[in-house]
């Protein structure tokens, strides 16, 4: 195949590949009933006027499963990490007692855990439209290549690779849809 054409399909793996690693990072945040120090990714704290992600201001471990602890560097952190927490709304209630700030995950009901995979579902699909605009795309640029002199059979093989492409990329996020659904759904 032509230079143009490998040009081609990398961008639309490249862009596949970012969705996969969005979404990774999106289903992470979604609480599953065990203590995950990456929910707290986003948050961010009003560090001396400027908004600081949480982890840069305070250190943020496993007690157990169901407990993190979050010790700001600077006890003048703790009340701003705390408004922060509550300020992000994640179904926790922060638990400051003057020295860290605990976060207990309550058990999750059936009702929040059908509610927790609703929003998963709709993460993958997102996911999934991204893979299929990235295709589109790459599509694109090969009927474009065609007009500037690639031979329909090179378009037509790049054009069969990008579905391949694709193909793997949807079952890549059918793959952690599943196993995040099971981590919910688990009791």
Known sequence: MTEEVNICLDEAKDQMERSITHLQQEMARVRAGKANPAMLDGIMVDYYGNDTPIKQVANVNNLDVK???????????????????????????????????????????????????????????????????????????????TKDGLSEDLARKGEDKVQDLTNAYIEKVDKYLHAKEEEIMTV
């Open 67 to 145: 407990t993190l602890v979050i010790t700001p560097w600077e006890k003048s952190m703790l009340e701003p990490v705390e408004r922060a927490i509550i300020a992000a709304n994640i179904g926790v209630t922060p638990q400051n007692d003057g020295n860290v700030i605990r976060l207990i995950m309550p058990p999750l009901t059936e009702e929040r855990r059908k509610e927790l995979v609703k929003k998963v579902k709709e993460l993958a699909e997102s996911s999934k439209i991204s893979v299929r605009n990235a295709r589109k795309e790459a599509n694109d640029m090969m009927k474009s290549l």
